[in-house]
């Protein structure tokens, strides 16, 4: 089976705010702004082929004829790094729902371990399901969360990160190959402690000002 595409944006508004983003001056309120902007840059790109019906709607002189989104979108963001890609997406699609994960990679074996999932046993009624993370390194944290969502039932299943490195595509590939993976950019290599380089750090730590051991 041939890999799911993988499509980088090359918008430049998306390649100025992961700049600022990357920034290591750029303080916590600032670096949550700009992850919600991309989010939200992202997300149109990665729905533009939406399911849609026809409907229309009366202006105040005449009737207009249009379409409204038909799909029922679920946000799986991966904790915690993935909660203001999520916030901001539902604004965008505020009918959409959420299903939280909570991945944390060991930082001595950086495996991926799940510590919150509470929807296992619930296959939600989804047409498609975006899997948020701004960061795909090694790809565990992200194939674990997509292994996940595939158990519920969804079918139709997308990944949106900001930065990634080849060797998480490559992975995250491998492992579910039908899964278009929707990218801001991806970066050099990978450090030896897992961390993307440039990357920009431990995002969850950059978006919530912690400080992980
Ligand atoms: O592709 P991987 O090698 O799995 O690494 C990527 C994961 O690492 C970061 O989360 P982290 O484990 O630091 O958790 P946090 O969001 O709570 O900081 C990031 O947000 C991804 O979830
Ligand atoms: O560079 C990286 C790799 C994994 N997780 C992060 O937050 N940053
Ligand atoms: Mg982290």
Same mark, same amino acid.
């Given at each position: 089976?041939?890999?799911?595409?993988?499509?980088?944006?090359?918008?430049?508004?998306?390649?100025?705010?992961?700049?600022?983003?990357?920034?290591?001056?750029?303080?916590?309120?600032?670096?949550?702004?700009?992850?919600?902007?991309?989010?939200?840059?992202?997300?149109?790109?990665?729905?533009?082929?939406?399911?849609?019906?026809?409907?229309?709607?009366?202006?105040?002189?005449?009737?207009?004829?249009?379409?409204? &989104?038909?799909?029922?979108?679920?946000?799986? =963001?991966? %904790?915690?790094? $993935?909660?203001?890609?999520a *916030? !901001?997406?539902?604004?965008?699609?505020?009918?959409?729902?959420?299903?939280?994960?909570?991945?944390?990679r060991?930082?001595?074996?950086?495996?991926?371990?799940?510590?919150?999932?509470?929807?296992?046993?619930?296959?939600?009624? &989804?047409?498609?399901?975006?899997?948020?993370? =701004?960061? %795909?390194a090694? $790809?565990?944290?992200?194939? *674990? !969360?997509?292994?996940?969502?595939?158990?519920?039932?969804?079918?139709?299943?997308?990944?949106?990160?900001?930065?990634?490195?080849?060797?998480?595509?490559?992975?995250?590939?491998?492992a579910?190959?039908?899964?278009?993976?929707? &990218?801001?950019?991806?970066?050099?290599?990978?450090?030896?402690?897992?961390?993307?380089?440039?990357?920009?750090?431990?995002?969850?730590?950059?978006?919530?000002?912690?400080?992980?051991?």
């Amino acid at each position: 089976m041939p890999p799911s595409p993988v499509i980088i944006s090359r918008h430049p508004l998306i390649a100025d705010k992961l700049l600022r983003l990357r920034d290591k001056e750029t303080p916590p309120a600032e670096f949550r702004r700009l992850i919600r902007q991309l989010a939200q840059l992202l997300f149109v790109e990665a729905t533009s082929d939406l399911e849609t019906k026809p409907t229309s709607v009366r202006t105040p002189l005449a009737e207009c004829p249009g379409i409204r &989104l038909a799909s029922r979108i679920g946000f799986v =963001p991966i %904790l915690r790094a $993935g909660m203001g890609m999520a *916030e !901001a997406m539902l604004e965008l699609v505020p009918d959409s729902s959420v299903w939280h994960i909570g991945v944390a990679r060991n930082h001595e074996t950086l495996q991926p371990e799940v510590y919150y999932e509470r929807f296992s046993k619930l296959p939600p009624n &989804l047409d498609i399901a975006f899997v948020l993370d =701004p960061m %795909l390194a090694t $790809g565990g944290s992200a194939i *674990e !969360a997509v292994a996940r969502v595939k158990e519920w039932g969804v079918k139709k299943i997308r990944f949106i990160g900001l930065i990634a490195a080849n060797e998480g595509i490559k992975a995250l590939q491998k492992a579910h190959p039908k899964v278009p993976v929707y &990218l801001g950019a991806i970066d050099s290599h990978l450090s030896e402690k897992g961390y993307i380089i440039p990357g920009l750090g431990d995002a969850g730590d950059r978006e919530f000002g912690s400080i992980s051991e």
